[in-house]
């Protein structure tokens, strides 16, 4: 596609629910980040994915959250057990392999209530 | 770990005017990358520019330039002629490895 693309743009559920996140990925980038913006702050670092495994998830703050990129584009950020400390912007960011040119999408706002 | 500071949570200029703003970081790799994201309201993060950090040389892109001090961690960014769409959240940011680790932004406002 022309951009890296995230749906929902906007999602609110309930405390205790699971969600799903997605980034859709230019396509031909191997390289896909999520990071997490809460309100106020600069991004934070989640995952990050060569390929179909995650070469780095030391940024996810605990196992209620889960990535996965099975086919090696889209990937899906899971949570489980929303919490309201969650509510944020979830923002995905692709590149080529070996490029240190980052695309970003425009992200998710997550609110839990 | 790396760190990256801005100490400027907000500025403000004058079409037309220059602006500075500030960014520290602290790192412990000898090859590293800086960068300038530009964020507005739409949330999409812009690259704005980008610096190799075993490059001398200050890297420019037409009216947005750095000044960028290894020794002393320091990584300013300066838009000439300022517009207003240039009014957004900026963000300074490092990458070692492959992840990015960016500062707190500063939230720029450009009175006409």
């Known amino acids: 596609g022309a951009g890296v693309s995230q749906t929902p743009s906007n999602k609110v559920t309930e405390k205790g629910k699971y969600v799903e996140l997605r980034c859709d990925p230019i396509?031909?980038?191997?390289?896909l980040y999520w990071y997490r913006q809460s309100l106020g702050q600069g991004p934070e670092f989640l995952i990050y994915?060569?390929?179909?495994?995650?070469?780095?998830d030391s940024g996810l703050p605990n196992d209620r959250f889960f990535a996965v990129r099975p086919e090696g584009s889209v990937s899906t950020l899971k949570i489980q057990r929303t919490e309201r400390g969650d509510s944020a912007v979830y923002l995905c960011?692709?590149?080529?392999?070996?490029?240190?040119?980052?695309?970003f999408g425009q992200g998710t706002r997550l609110t839990v209530v | 770990a790396q760190t990256v500071t801005q100490s400027q949570p907000e500025m403000s200029v004058q079409e037309a005017e220059t602006v500075t703003l500030s960014c520290t970081y602290d790192t412990s790799e000898s090859d590293y990358y800086l960068f300038w994201y530009k964020q507005p309201p739409s949330r999409q993060m812009i690259l704005v520019i980008r610096q190799e950090a075993y490059k001398q040389q200050n890297a420019t892109e037409n009216r947005f330039s750095v000044n960028f001090q290894k020794a002393a961690k320091s990584f300013s960014l300066k838009i000439s002629d300022s517009q207003l769409g240039d009014a957004a959240m900026y963000f300074c940011a490092h990458q070692g490895a492959q992840k990015l680790v960016f500062g707190q932004g500063t939230r720029l406002t450009i009175n006409p």
């Open positions: 994915f060569q390929g179909t495994g995650a070469a780095d």
């Open positions: 960011a692709s590149s080529f392999q070996g490029s240190t040119e980052a695309f």
């Open positions: 396509s031909g980038h191997t390289a």
